[in-house]
């Protein structure tokens, strides 16, 4: 077997083990939404990368009224989920370049290739959209589901080395706004609350336009 066939087939297995489980709740949504609309007062579209059971996006949409959110996964039942696809995240569809106005995902521990993915990202971002990415100590260490581990200061540099590529000219602003909530991942009766910590990579754009709302002082990508 190839082993991006393994990789498939060993992240179709595990979430199938957690199809009900959600790793990030609907507080932690409803503050990241709220966190978007700071920099996008009416975003229109939004996707949400390895979100198994499908809740992720409608939770976004509930929280931001008149946008439409869609989500990916691997899973079989994907295609069949409301507003969400069969995809591989690492990969950029024609239709999804510059077409939206964030991107979310607490699943980038779940990649094989962190540049890849972030490549797809960044490039399906709209002209002032937002990159949203959650970290927290589940994400540190790499494991046989998560391949791969970073501390915060290593996923800002992966992030901001592939912004440099992929967008060489623009400016990009990193905000990691205070106050997030903890995590208390819904399904998993055992599990303690999660510290969580989320990176807002905003893409280029005159600061009279979208204001950063939540007073950090963040250095730009």
């Given at each position: 077997?190839?082993?991006?066939?393994?990789?498939?087939?060993?992240?179709?297995?595990?979430?199938?083990?957690?199809?009900?489980?959600?790793?990030i709740d609907?507080t932690?949504?409803?503050?990241?939404?709220?966190?978007?609309k700071?920099?996008i007062?009416?975003?229109?579209?939004?996707?949400?990368?390895?979100?198994?059971?499908?809740?992720?996006?409608?939770?976004f949409?509930?929280?931001?009224?008149?946008?439409?959110?869609i989500?990916?996964?691997?899973?079989h039942?994907s295609?069949?989920?409301?507003?969400?696809?069969?995809?591989?995240?690492?990969d950029?569809?024609?239709d999804?370049?510059?077409?939206?106005?964030?991107?979310?995902?607490?699943?980038?521990?779940?990649?094989?290739?962190?540049?890849?993915?972030?490549?797809?990202?960044i490039?399906?971002?709209?002209?002032?959209?937002?990159?949203?990415?959650t970290?927290?100590?589940?994400?540190?260490?790499?494991?046989?589901?998560?391949?791969?581990?970073?501390?915060?200061?290593?996923?800002?540099?992966?992030?901001?080395?592939v912004?440099?590529?992929?967008c060489?000219?623009?400016?990009?602003?990193?905000?990691?706004?205070p106050?997030?909530?903890?995590?208390?991942?819904?399904?998993?009766?055992?599990?303690?609350?999660?510290?969580?910590t989320?990176?807002?990579?905003?893409?280029?754009?005159?600061p009279a336009?979208?204001?950063?709302?939540?007073?950090?002082?963040?250095?730009?990508?």
């Amino acid at each position: 077997m190839e082993p991006y066939d393994e990789y498939l087939k060993l992240q179709r297995s595990t979430t199938d083990a957690k199809h009900r489980r959600q790793w990030i709740d609907n507080t932690s949504i409803h503050w990241i939404a709220q966190r978007i609309k700071d920099r996008i007062p009416f975003p229109q579209s939004g996707i949400c990368h390895g979100v198994r059971s499908g809740t992720e996006q409608l939770w976004f949409m509930e929280h931001l009224p008149g946008s439409r959110v869609i989500g990916t996964d691997v899973a079989h039942w994907s295609d069949n989920t409301p507003y969400q696809v069969m995809w591989d995240m690492h990969d950029m569809r024609p239709d999804w370049n510059e077409a939206f106005d964030f991107v979310y995902t607490n699943s980038w521990d779940h990649s094989y290739d962190l540049d890849k993915a972030l490549n797809a990202w960044i490039r399906s971002l709209s002209v002032g959209g937002v990159l949203v990415l959650t970290h927290s100590s589940d994400h540190v260490h790499p494991s046989v589901t998560d391949p791969t581990g970073r501390t915060l200061s290593q996923l800002i540099e992966s992030v901001n080395r592939v912004i440099r590529k992929v967008c060489p000219t623009e400016d990009w602003k990193l905000c990691i706004p205070p106050g997030a909530p903890d995590v208390v991942p819904p399904g998993f009766k055992a599990s303690a609350p999660k510290r969580a910590t989320h990176l807002f990579f905003t893409r280029s754009h005159p600061p009279a336009e979208h204001p950063c709302a939540c007073g950090c002082n963040a250095p730009s990508a």
